[in-house]
């Protein structure tokens, strides 16, 4: 066997390191690779980032972060649940041993013991209740809640179960006087107005492009600092490249770059990158993150695609791409049926209409992903830390309640009625022939009941011809189980004898006699056509637990008794069996004579009938408080907030959120594209500009940019252009040792940041190396697969079972808005380069790809170095690839797999 160890990295080679934290020296990242005739394995070296990692990232700030956004959970999500659901039970109450209202209770547990396992959803005994999987424990007992509230407790338990209050939870308060903004609160920074601040004077009058680089140069000079030189140019391109489009350059357009020595050589590259249809796939991706874009609604028991998501997902990638002013974007997802032509921005309604389906969660993507506020915490009390009073959550929420989901048609008027009124037929044939199979299972389980003493003992002894072979299999499986969740078949299990099985027989009628009896009641109580909020509001009574499991294990879906349709149509003959072929005839024709179902755009629309909010004490919808009409937050209003008066107060909501007064809209999609281009954040939170956020690194130029985007027409190409066309954009990410002291997180912006490509540039660079990218744009979500070569905004995006790939490679859960990635580093990562057979396809299309070019083996290397880093290799590296490619075999798909699972791949420098 041979071995080779092939230098896949230049000598100032990326670091695994997360971005804007970079070790003081460089680190080596030689890839060992043993390379095998039958097989490969690869095992990375450890590389001295692995051990520096936990010491260069700023434990202390890391750590404050993640406490941070844990609480805000807790305040946003799982508080406001538990007083909904839980606390009439489980405070005073303590029924069943367990109190939820405070730390100490809640992870004491109750008599069924440890309730809460922080970091361990899966083994936790609230989520297995949740879910009613258990049938022993169902909680809360008035109905199941919904998926994504489930899915939310689950995050809760999985990050560690942090209750930020420990004090026991407060009785519902009087109304007290009116919530007072004091003077101190009005002056905190991010409620001030925006400033026009002037570039600061600086010494190094040379250094700086534009006036972005005077304000980034005066905070280095007033430490004494001085910034890094420059990246080489191809570093640059490849920077800017992976920035705008997500993808690397050509190497001809790295040598057309390295041949332009005009002045502004680099203004050409990036004004070449913004027209790039590439760019608004890259950049609306990255609103697809704020805007927690999903193909699917969150259900944990099945499938459940969205029909038109991918309509959203492509308006927003063109409103991106034709620079759709910042403003006007914003207004169309909050309120485009509302606007003049407002064809051109329904789709924009995608934001409210394909989000998890709860109001509260509206509130907190609207305020958190525009304004950067966490007023849902407001939900249950006034902010703890912002000046955000619980009458201003309502207020908002008050608006989206009075929102309702809706269709709007992109056909003609006439496809569209033809459509409905088919289909419409074929729903009432479906529901009657449900109907009918209902009516006939339940009469035949009845019946089958009849006889259940005559099936326990032919199950016992040697069958009965008499009776339903089928039937007598089930209850035969059924009564030789290990375990059964009900005490109803120990005297039957002691001596299975007649009396036994007759007593039996008499139970399991009575039980199926109570059922119906209380399903009669609960109809009454809910209605005909009970809703999802009936199903988790209503007050209905329940059987008691082990009689329930008995009824379901018997007559349920999948129950011994239970035939549905297509097993109990040889039960049937005569005119009920006539009957039901012939609805099952009618129901073929029906759906043959379906047209396909037309286009249509997933949006929003104000109801008909507007009904007034009120806050709920607590967080309780039972308990209403004090109307909260419709009106903008308070702190960002200039006295008492003026009332909503049109509709639901959707339009009024989205002017004032873009109003030029507003001091948060600007400074947050600044701060954001800021985060992408140099690697951090003026603020560190890009979501929280409240009190538990951080401050600003620069906080003068954060206020230029905002109101130089303002100035500028909103528009985010010219903001790109503006950072981009920066000497501190350009910087390399050398270090300087003085710097490092200094400054070692890198918050001045000496250097530049080293990062990792996030899973899309990693996914459509792969396939782009090799040949095999599908550029072909928009279109229905495709399901990652081998046969998906397609680029990953188009893939299909899962809140129910999120791709293991993405989810890998620091994806976002789409459950929730997601204002920065927060970059991982395991094993995990660089296995799936070693063993992916997707990654191993990519490779051998690379290894072809290259073999067919023209020239030996050396030009081949060097063009292989050229596409995948855009450099030369170094003598050593050409000698050890010749070695290895001479003395192997299959050795070209083997070497490019080495290439594209090293570091120098996935990073940026």
Request: glycine share 4%.
């Amino acid at each position: 066997m041979k071995t080779a160890s092939i230098t896949a990295l230049s000598a100032h080679p990326q670091s695994a390191t997360p971005p804007a934290v970079n070790p003081p020296h460089p680190i080596s990242d030689t890839v060992s690779v043993k390379a095998q005739f039958e097989n490969l394995t690869v095992r990375p070296r450890p590389s001295l980032a692995l051990f520096s990692l936990l010491s260069t990232i700023a434990p202390a700030f890391a750590q404050q972060l993640a406490t941070t956004a844990n609480e805000e959970f807790f305040e946003l999500r799982i508080r406001p649940l538990f007083a909904n659901n839980c606390y009439a039970c489980h405070t005073d109450e303590h029924m069943g041993g367990l109190q939820l209202d405070t730390t100490e209770h809640a992870l004491k547990g109750g008599k069924s013991g440890v309730v809460i396992i922080p970091g361990d959803p899966a083994n936790s005994l609230l989520t297995k209740a949740l879910h009613y999987t258990d049938p022993r424990l169902k909680m809360p007992p008035t109905g199941r809640l919904k998926d994504s509230e489930i899915a939310d407790v689950e995050t809760w338990i999985k990050n560690g179960a942090v209750w930020p209050q420990t004090s026991k939870a407060a009785p519902p308060l009087p109304h007290s006087a009116p919530y007072v903004i004091t003077a101190e609160q009005r002056a905190f920074w991010s409620f001030r107005p925006i400033a026009s601040p002037a570039p600061p004077p600086v010494h190094n009058k040379k250094w700086p492009r534009n006036e972005i680089d005077r304000f980034i140069l005066a905070k280095l000079e007033e430490r004494n600092l001085k910034p890094v030189a420059p990246a080489s140019k191809r570093s640059l391109i490849r920077r800017a490249s992976y920035d705008l489009t997500g993808l690397p350059p050509t190497p001809s357009e790295v040598a057309a770059f390295e041949r332009d020595n005009s002045p502004n050589a680099f203004s050409k590259v990036v004004d070449r990158l913004l027209d790039s249809p590439r760019y608004g796939e890259k950049w609306g991706r990255f609103w697809l993150d704020v805007a927690r874009y999903s193909d699917d609604r969150l259900n944990s028991e099945r499938d459940d695609p969205y029909e038109n998501s991918f309509r959203y997902r492509d308006w927003v990638i063109q409103a991106v791409q034709q620079d759709m002013p910042y403003n006007l974007f914003v207004k169309a997802q909050i309120a485009g049926d509302l606007l003049p032509q407002h064809e051109l921005y329904e789709a924009g309604l995608g934001f409210y209409s394909l989000s998890p389906e709860f109001q509260d969660e509206r509130v907190d993507a609207t305020t958190r992903g525009f304004m950067a506020l966490t007023v849902a915490c407001a939900t249950c009390h006034n902010h703890k830390y912002d000046p955000i009073p619980t009458e201003d959550f309502y207020s908002l929420m008050g608006i989206f309640n009075n929102t309702e989901l809706h269709e709007t048609p992109l056909a003609p008027k006439e496809e569209v009625e033809r459509y409905e009124a088919q289909k419409k037929l074929l729903d009432a044939q479906e529901t009657e022939i449900k109907d009918f199979i209902n009516r006939q299972a339940n009469e035949l389980a009845e019946i089958l009941a009849q006889n259940t003493a005559a099936y326990m003992l032919a199950a016992s002894k040697s069958g009965n011809p008499v009776l339903d072979k089928e039937t007598l299999d089930r209850i035969t499986k059924y009564l030789t189980a290990a375990d059964h969740k009900h005490p109803y078949l120990k005297a039957w299990d002691k001596d299975k004898s007649p009396p036994a099985a007759r007593d039996f027989q008499k139970l399991l009628l009575d039980v199926n006699k109570e059922k119906k009896q209380i399903d009669d009641e609960n109809h009454i109580r809910l209605g005909l056509n009970p809703s999802r909020e009936n199903l988790s509001d209503a007050n209905l009574l329940s059987m008691a637990r082990d009689k329930y499991v008995l009824w379901e294990d018997f007559f349920g879906e999948k129950g011994v008794y239970h035939y549905g349709d297509g097993t109990i149509d040889r039960f049937l003959s005569g005119v009920w069996k006539n009957h039901l072929d012939s609805l099952h005839t009618r129901q073929a024709e029906l759906k043959k004579q379906l047209p396909p179902h037309y286009a249509y755009l997933q949006t929003i629309t104000d109801k008909k009938t507007l009904v007034e909010q009120h806050v709920w004490l607590r967080g309780n919808k039972d308990s209403p408080g004090e109307p909260a009409p419709p009106h903008f937050l308070s702190i960002l209003s200039q006295g008492p907030p003026a009332h909503f008066s049109h509709g639901s107060g959707r339009l009024e909501l989205a002017e004032a959120i873009v109003d030029p007064q507003n001091p948060l809209t600007s400074r947050v999609i600044v701060n954001r594209l800021w985060q992408q281009h140099f690697g951090q954040r003026i603020v560190r939170t890009p979501s929280n500009f409240g009190k538990q956020g951080d401050t600003p690194s620069h906080p003068e130029l954060l206020d230029y940019l905002a109101t130089r985007f303002m100035a500028e027409g909103w528009s985010l190409k010219k903001l790109h252009r503006e950072m981009m066309l920066t000497a501190a954009y350009s910087l390399s990410t050398a270090n300087d040792e003085t710097n490092y002291a200094a400054d070692p997180e890198n918050r001045l912006l000496w250097r530049g940041n080293r990062r990792r490509l996030d899973i899309e540039s990693i996914r459509d660079s792969l396939l782009f190396v090799a040949g095999d990218l599908d550029l072909k744009a928009g279109g229905p979500a495709t399901a990652f697969g081998p046969e998906n070569h397609r680029r990953t905004v188009y893939g299909f995006v899962s809140r129910r079972r999120l791709d293991p790939v993405l989810a890998l490679f620091d994806f976002p859960n789409p459950v929730a808005t997601s204002e920065q990635r927060l970059p991982t580093l395991v094993p995990l990562q660089k296995l799936f380069f070693m063993n992916s057979d997707f990654v191993m396809e990519q490779s051998k299309a690379l290894a072809r790809k290259l073999q067919e070019s023209t020239g030996d083996d050396n030009a081949r290397i060097a063009g292989a170095y050229r596409l995948l880093f855009q450099r030369d290799p170094t003598p050593a590296e050409r000698k050890l690839a010749l070695d290895f490619l001479h003395d192997s075999q299959n050795a070209w798909p083997q070497y490019t797999q080495v290439l594209l699972s090293s570091n120098e791949f996935s990073y940026l420098n």
